[in-house]
């Protein structure tokens, strides 16, 4: 599924998939004034700067807790560590998402559990999901993939009935809506990342774990400090996962811009979707009309995605494939690896998707650049 590499001709102007210089140059200001204010307390890790962006993001999700951590990935292993998933442990989650939610399950010594995803929107397959559920089943973990929003009133029935843990990968749907209501405040814990590109990015890594329960955000808390509540007092194993000052602040200085970003992506996948309608190829991935996604990504579905792939890249396009292998295919799976042909939706969608450079400040040259690509490749 590799693609060959192939440079924009000579004197092409490059187009990012993601322009973080462009969302730089909108909010200097802000961002500047949020490091200096670190350097001024001299609060590096945690500090009242991370607090006051927990407060904030979780009353934007609406939920009591938001624990921040070092990165996404850490926000899965914590919420799953936390809530005592281990060794032994079966996890259901889909192979379509990107590794860390599975490597998350495989750092607490569980088991992830893989079920097919919907062949128009590629996300969790309700009916399937609960068909891979056994008694030694602890969590159910839908993906809100691309930031559209999984059916979660259809995961928490499974839960409620079988007594499962209900997570939320929630990692790429910061302003997502389900019914109304917030991506990370469906379930009974949902873990976002702030790696930079994503909606609400911070500069470096971060993440975090949000809830309405009380007694596990505090573990997680504690979890994220090396067990501990009081300095040098240490009551349980726990991990070094705290979140720098400097994030903390520069969160907060764009979370008050991500509903104005989120709309603006929502207006360009609009624009891509009018432009490519009537094309026989490619097709796009389906919208749930329970939710509005935040349009993390745009992705297409092209049978000759490889080569289209490459003519982009030779126009300085810079599409980008989220993702080439599916997780029950990757080597680092080990034992809950499954071989090719185990979910076929999963693998057909893995060979055809292919996501179209998408960011608030993308403009319609810019898109009509990246369409007239594609019609020039369809001939």
Known sequence: MSVAAKGPAS???????????????????DIEGAIAATLESQYFILGPQVEAFEREFASYIGVRHAVAVNSGTTALWLALWARGIGPGDEVVTPPSTFFATVEAVL?????????DVDPATLLLDVKKAESAVTPKTKALLPVHLYGQAADMDGFRKI??????????????????????????SLGDAAAFSFYPGKNL???????????????????IRRLRNHGSEKKNYHDFLGTNARLEAFQGGILSAKLRRLDDW??????????????????????????????RSNCHLFVLRHPRRDALLAHLRGQGIEADIHYPVPCHLQPACGIARRPAG??????????????????????????????????SFQG
């Open 201 to 219: 990015g911070a500069c470096g890594d971060a993440g975090a774990v949000l809830t309405n329960d009380d007694a596990l955000a505090e573990k």
């Open 262 to 291: 989120n709309a603006a992506r929502r207006r360009h996948a609009e624009s891509y979707r009018r432009a490519l309608a009537g094309m026989p190829e490619p097709s796009c991935v389906e919208e749930m009309t329970e939710g």
């Open 107 to 115: 750092l607490c010594g569980a088991k992830p559990v893989f079920a």
């Open 342 to 375: 185990s979910f076929p939706v999963a693998e057909k969608a893995a060979s055809e998707i292919l996501s179209l450079p998408l960011f608030p400040e993308l403009s319609q040259a810019q898109i009509d650049r990246v369409v007239s690509a594609v019609r």
């Open 159 to 184: 839960a409620q009935r079988r007594g499962l843990f209900l997570l939320e990968d929630a990692a790429q749907a910061a302003g997502t809506l389900y019914k109304g209501r917030k991506a990370g």
């Open 11 to 29: 004197g092409v102007e490059r187009l990012p998939l993601v322009d973080l210089k462009a969302q730089y140059r909108a909010i200097r200001p």
